[in-house]
């Protein structure tokens, strides 16, 4: 009995997918793949949906109270500000 050698001509059928013969099997696995990614793609749209809303309902409740103490803290600083130009330096020679 001989030992079986690993080819290197082989390697690139070991990843590539086998399409089946049959038309209807064919038609089947195609359905199936629309299928398994209609699914993903909607639990990805309804996941990023929740998300979005569990954010914008986090920064709405978490300012609500923070917003009326802030103003009444007397932590505002009020100053008067003057706007510097830039130096301008001589080229050089």
Do not use: C, D
Not at 19 to 24: E, F, G, N, T
């Amino acid at each position: 009995m001989r030992a079986r050698t690993f080819q290197f001509g082989n390697v690139r059928q070991l990843f590539e997918p086998r399409k089946p013969r049959h038309p209807l099997v064919r038609l089947a696995a195609g359905l199936a793949g629309l299928a398994i990614l209609g699914v993903l793609i909607f639990f990805g749209v309804f996941v990023g949906a929740a998300m979005i809303l569990a954010g914008v309902a986090w920064k709405l409740f978490s300012r609500s109270g923070k917003r009326a103490a802030a103003a009444s803290s007397g932590r505002v600083v009020e100053g008067e500000y003057r706007v510097v130009s830039k130096p301008v330096l001589p080229l050089p020679r």
